[in-house]
């Protein structure tokens, strides 16, 4: 989950191609925030939080200590040469530690097919 979310806030490619980048900021934020308060000592989740936390839309959302489970979350990106891909996001906790991992597949049959055309090529 660190992985996805310091990208969601730090790499600009994903802000231009996420269709409504800042719900999903904001959704992926509360998570966070749930996550953070489970493990507060956690150094790794402490690196994440200091490289976001100027982010303002990372901030209203922490401002607002809005907490979420991790479940699914739905991605609608617009991608140069692919169009329109849905995608749905699911957050796996690794039994044993406090591990997540985020799996993404695709959200309908378009994104499937579009998908297997692009490896394809």
Same mark, same amino acid.
């Given at each position: 989950?660190?992985?996805?979310?310091?990208?969601?806030? =730090?790499?600009?490619?994903?802000? %231009?191609?996420? %269709?409504?980048?800042? =719900?999903? *900021?904001?959704?992926?934020?509360?998570?966070?925030?749930?996550?953070?308060?489970?493990?507060?000592?956690? /150094? *790794?989740?402490?690196? %994440?939080?200091?490289? !976001?936390?100027?982010?303002? !839309?990372? /901030?209203?959302?922490w401002d607002q200590l809005? #907490?979420?489970?991790?479940?699914?979350?739905?991605?609608?990106?617009?991608?140069?040469?692919?169009?329109?891909?849905?995608?749905?996001?699911?957050?796996?906790?690794?039994?044993? =530690?406090?591990?997540?991992?985020? #799996?993404?597949?695709?959200?309908?049959?378009?994104?499937?097919?579009?998908?297997?055309?692009? !490896?394809?090529?």
């Open positions: 989950m660190c992985t996805r979310f310091f990208r969601t806030f =730090n790499d600009p490619h994903f802000r %231009v191609v996420m %269709v409504d980048w800042e =719900n999903y *900021a904001s959704a992926l934020t509360a998570k966070f925030r749930q996550l953070y308060s489970r493990t507060p000592d956690s /150094k *790794a989740l402490f690196e %994440v939080y200091s490289a !976001v936390k100027d982010d303002p !839309v990372f /901030k209203q959302t809005k #907490v979420e489970e991790l479940g699914e979350e739905r991605l609608l990106l617009s991608v140069p040469n692919a169009g329109e891909l849905y995608f749905v996001e699911t957050f796996l906790k690794f039994l044993g =530690n406090d591990d997540f991992i985020g #799996v993404q597949l695709p959200g309908d049959e378009g994104t499937r097919k579009r998908f297997g055309e692009m !490896v394809s090529d």
